[in-house]
């Protein structure tokens, strides 16, 4: 078992603190240096907008200023990893902006709205009308299971009919499609049962972890290319995707410990495919955020000297 040694570690640190975002620094010195979660919340501000939904590159591949789903459920993790209280209002805003984007005909929340094709963006984050409405049935879980997720750890903010209808929506969806889950659309369906209260969500993770080996890439040898890994399933040990995980996050985390690199950070291995002088930028903002992320996933697994 291979750990990341206290001068690795260091490395490590020093690049968050040179390099990554705000956001990013704030949510390390909240896990490694008893920083207050005000720092994280402050620095998630800087991505919010009246509206109560995310933009401004919250999420790193998607430059878009305005708010989308995509970024309101990539800023959610960092209030919930630093337990932001309901009456935060970013969370309040947030949840808002969840309720309002719901689409009643679709049943379901669309990624992106058609205004990203204005901006800079991997070359995967695009709007395109005619079957923008077809990719929300046949993706449903990739975003609408996260924002599901959100409503149910938020449930007080969110009108009872809508949760029930929206998780009931989520559920039959994940009958429905339990056969072909793979990769991101996977991943949403975690957090959605990570939401569940324990007796809900006990049939949930019954069938996740029947369907997560093929699910999720598994072998070590295509970890080098791009595909969802086992870790990113989950925050610690106490999983219960452990149960059929547990073999390949013990050799993820031997490998990624093998990839930090000579700056002290984790490159994300993909690239946008346009809009060159940007993804560089994104980039770095890449680096940080996977580096504070698996840094803290060696924190809970107990990998870090």
């Not at 950070?265 to 560089?280: A, D, I, K, L, V």
Request: proline share 7%.
């Amino acid at each position: 078992m291979k750990t990341l040694s206290a001068e690795n570690f260091t490395r490590a640190r020093h690049f968050v603190k040179a390099k990554a975002r705000p956001v990013d620094q704030a949510l390390f010195a909240y896990t490694f240096e008893r920083g207050g979660p005000q720092a994280v919340w402050e620095a998630l501000g800087a991505f919010a907008n009246e509206d109560g939904g995310f933009g401004h590159g919250m999420e790193p591949d998607c430059r878009l200023p305005a708010s989308s789903i995509l970024g309101t459920i990539t800023a959610f993790p960092y209030l919930q990893q630093t337990n932001a209280p309901t009456d935060h209002p970013l969370v309040a805003g947030g949840i808002r902006y969840l309720i309002n984007t719901y689409d009643q005909k679709l049943k379901g929340w669309r990624m992106l709205p058609p205004e990203v094709n204005d901006h800079p963006r991997a070359i995967w984050w695009g709007y395109a009308s005619e079957k923008a409405d077809q990719e929300v049935i046949d993706n449903w879980g990739n975003p609408s299971a996260c924002a599901v997720a959100y409503l149910q750890r938020y449930a007080s903010l969110v009108p009872q009919s809508m949760l029930d209808e929206v998780t009931d929506q989520a559920m039959a969806a994940l009958v429905a499609k339990s056969d072909s889950l793979a990769g991101h659309v996977f991943l949403p369906f975690v957090e959605f049962a990570e939401a569940l209260e324990p007796d809900e969500s006990k049939p949930v993770w019954v069938t996740l972890n029947r369907i997560a080996p093929n699910a999720v890439v598994t072998d070590p040898a295509q970890w080098t290319g791009y595909g969802v890994r086992p870790l990113w399933t989950m925050s610690g040990p106490d999983s219960p995707l452990m149960d059929s995980l547990s073999e390949a996050v013990n050799a993820q985390l031997d490998f990624e410990i093998g990839q930090q690199t000579a700056d002290g950070s984790w490159h994300p291995f993909w690239n946008w495919g346009q809009y060159e002088e940007e993804w560089e930028a994104a980039k770095i903002e890449w680096q940080g955020q996977l580096t504070v992320r698996l840094l803290r996933s060696f924190k809970a697994f107990g990998r870090i000297d």
